[in-house]
């Protein structure tokens, strides 16, 4: 069956009322993105912000009913749009299967492998780690170049036996590989519900459910690990300093991601006093800094580890 897609343009304030308006004439989906040139690269913590000029798009089916619908909404919302509709039909697809055309397995260092749910990689490895992922919503698979640092530098630590934090950890990827190299036991943290939700089921489908604990960041317990990644973003990444280092034991690892390479020094200087860190590593415009914990800190550590926090 095709499909009718309707695009409008709004600002921030009145995105959401159109997007309700959308949902509730029936739309079959309705996303948001930028109608301009403006990107989100350091959101403040806590928030989901969105664009100055946001592209709302609405699926519906292409039968005469829906498009009525469709065509009258459009008209009557003209006060929450900026620009005029877009309309364009879609011929029909087997959408839960279109994201294979672009995700195939990959490896990750020299033993970890990111597949599609029953794909294996294209030639046999005897040692090779696999982790069977379907991608969902804003979730990674390992193929942006963040993520992808963070895998091959967990590809390339001493895990087994490690208690390790994937702190920010979205599809629960970072997590999941820990486990499947070796870790005993991961906690993956997220203040996104979703995050924690998706976690749970990619875990599920890798069968290490048993040794992975989601938690949103005040449930985190005063204690310390092994190891910990966190791929966020630069500015958290900087607020959040003396409490990541509070949970790495001394002579622990530590992985950061998520920031920029003009951002790697304040960044780096955000973690010295605790940790000796390695040359940066890049990707693209990426970079991925990591290090070991220091037994006596250069510097005081801002107050006891705080138990409660936001990652984002």
Known sequence: MPWLQLTLITDRERAPLLEAALENAGALAVTLGDAGDEPQLEPPLGTTPLWGQTLVTALFAADPASRQTAETLATTLTDLQTGPPRWEAIADQA?????RDDFAPTRFGERLWVCPRGQRPPSEQPDAVLIELDPGLAFGTGHHPTTALCLRWLDGTPLVGARLIDYGCGSGILAIAALKLGAAEALAVDHDPQALEATHANAAENGVTGRLRMLAPQ?????????????????????LAPRLAAMVRPGGRLALSGLLADQTPTVAAAYAPWFELEPPVSEEEWTLLSGRRRSIPIAAEAGPPPAAGNDK
């Open 219 to 239: 449930e985190l317990p005063v204690e310390q690990v092994d190891c910990l990644v966190a791929n966020i973003l630069a500015g958290p990444l900087i607020e």
């Open 95 to 99: 959408w839960e299967h279109t994201w």
